[in-house]
């Protein structure tokens, strides 16, 4: 069964220091992967995604993600974090065909970040 | 465009009470999900639809809980009767086939009681 693994659940940074992410997944076909946050009190919103191509994807706040294939992974970062990038960080996977439909998340990370 | 709308945002019932949760997808999307969130689980895929046909309800916990989506523009999640346990924050989401990014709802918080 497809299953996504966040090896840190728990994070405290200080502002202006650099974050990673981890993510690992278990399936050997094509898969799309996201990254999604969660702010307190607030619904799952899209920080960024990967489809296909180039392996280091952008996404929106100077979030990135680079996709090792050879390693399962799909670590997000973030070079400098800001007090506002205090949420919960959800790396999902939907693996084989586009139509498949399930999109399955790891527990999630909290991210702490002391001004 | 309005986003997923989920109703009502809060719900407290006691428990043996019938629970009803409410979903308007995105208009033109073909993909709804109900996912639900806990402390301890983390998020739960609970059941999908695809063209308003229920695909995969494996993730549906026990006979209490139903899902219906009448039509393209909603979906409803029914939990009869409710139990303590079924507190969680239940979210609804929506895709496009040939768009892989999914919305999600600003979710239902149920407390039972």
């Known amino acids: 069964a497809q299953s996504v693994s966040q090896h840190n659940h728990h994070v405290i940074l200080s502002e202006a220091a650099s974050l990673e992410l981890g993510c690992n997944y278990s399936y050997g076909g094509t898969v799309n992967l996201f990254w999604y946050v969660q702010y307190p009190g607030q619904h799952l919103q899209l920080l960024l995604k990967?489809?296909?191509?180039?392996?280091l994807v952008k996404g929106i706040k100077g979030f990135e993600a680079e996709f090792i294939k050879s390693k399962f992974s799909f670590n997000l970062r973030k070079p400098s974090v800001q007090w506002s990038d205090t949420a919960e960080y959800f790396c999902a996977v939907n693996a084989g065909s586009s139509n498949t439909g399930k999109l399955i998340f790891g527990q999630g990370t909290t991210l702490q970040v002391k001004p | 465009d309005a986003g997923v709308i989920q109703s009502p945002r809060h719900e407290v019932t006691e428990m043996g009470q019938e629970v009803t949760l409410r979903c308007k997808p995105i208009?033109?999307?073909?993909?709804l999900f109900w996912y639900r969130q806990t402390m301890m689980r983390g998020l739960e895929l609970l059941i999908y639809?695809?063209?308003?046909?229920?695909?995969?309800d494996s993730g549906m916990p026990e006979d209490r809980f139903s899902a219906k989506m009448p039509n393209a523009s909603f979906s409803t999640l029914k939990i009869q009767p409710s139990e303590p346990r079924d507190s969680a924050v239940y979210f609804c989401?929506?895709?496009?086939?040939?768009?892989?990014?999914?919305?999600f709802g600003s979710g239902t918080r149920l407390t039972v009681v």
């Open positions: 989401a929506s895709r496009f086939r040939r768009y892989y990014g999914y919305t």
């Open positions: 990967y489809f296909s191509g180039d392996p």
């Open positions: 639809f695809n063209n308003n046909v229920p695909i995969d």
């Open positions: 208009s033109g999307h073909d993909y």
